[in-house]
């Protein structure tokens, strides 16, 4: 038996129990684990095999970053990665934040669409972070796209990067 704890935003608690336990109770059987949550900590125990609660771990820090329960599941998969960015290193002032936030998300969120679209993704701008979820290629190339963004690139010189990296490295999505 092993055990691990994982702290997630409160406000993330209710969706990762779901209704009447739902969430947490396919979340268990899927990953052959035992969750107890505290919800006033917002810390969440995982117990069972090492490997299970291996698996487990980044499904849960993936809800706590934002992601629905659906799309996190993807992380079961060997194949996929949970990638955080983390905004406090781009900006350091509250409206340098928000003003990155919306270089991310862009107008009725076409730019985060767009990069999903482009390299087959699931992003979330949650809190102070960007969240991605992806196959490791397809996860990378989103990184540095929301990176070059972060740095100040310009969203079709962006989008232009990532078509030509997926024709350089032939990833089809």
Not at 24 to 34: H, S
Not at 43 to 54: H, K, N, S
Not at 63 to 81: M, T, V
Not at 141 to 147: G, H, R
Request: net charge positive.
């Amino acid at each position: 038996m092993s055990l691990d704890e994982i702290r997630i935003p409160k406000e993330r608690i209710s969706v990762l129990i779901g209704k009447e336990g739902n969430n947490k109770k396919v979340l268990e059987k899927k990953t052959n684990t035992k969750l107890k949550v505290d919800s006033e900590e917002g810390l969440v125990l995982i117990e069972g095999d090492a490997l299970d609660v291996f698996n487990a771990k980044p499904v849960i820090r993936a809800i706590g970053r934002g992601f629905n329960p659906g799309i996190a599941d993807k992380l079961l998969d060997e194949e996929y990665l949970l990638e955080v960015v983390n905004l406090k290193d781009f900006a350091n002032t509250k409206n340098s934040m928000l003003r990155i936030k919306s270089r991310i998300i862009g107008r009725n969120g076409t730019c985060k669409k767009n990069i999903e679209i482009l390299t087959n993704t699931d992003i979330v701008v949650y809190g102070k972070t960007v969240s991605i979820i992806g196959t490791i290629g397809n996860c990378v190339i989103a990184k540095q796209a929301v990176e070059r963004l972060l740095q100040g690139s310009k969203h079709g010189n962006v989008y232009n990067w990532i078509e030509a990296k997926r024709r350089k490295d032939k990833i089809n999505l």
